[in-house]
C-alpha cells in the first residue's frame, strides 16, 4: 500500500520500524502481535 503512495523501500520500512503512539508502538510490532487492521488503516491513509 506504501509503494502505491509513493513510498519507497527505504521509507515504507523505516515507518514500520518507527514508534507510532496511535497504533500504539511500533507498525511491526502490532502485525505480529495479530493487530494488523489498525496498521493496515494507517497504510491505506498515508497512500493518499
Keep these: 500500500m506504501l509503494h502505491d503512495g509513493g513510498y519507497d ?4 520500512i523505516a515507518w514500520l520500524f518507527s514508534h507510532d503512539d496511535t497504533i500504539p508502538g511500533r507498525p511491526i510490532d502490532a502485525l505480529r502481535e495479530n493487530r494488523g487492521s489498525e496498521v493496515k488503516r494507517r497504510a491505506q491513509a498515508m497512500a493518499f
Design 9 to 12: 523501500d527505504t521509507e515504507a
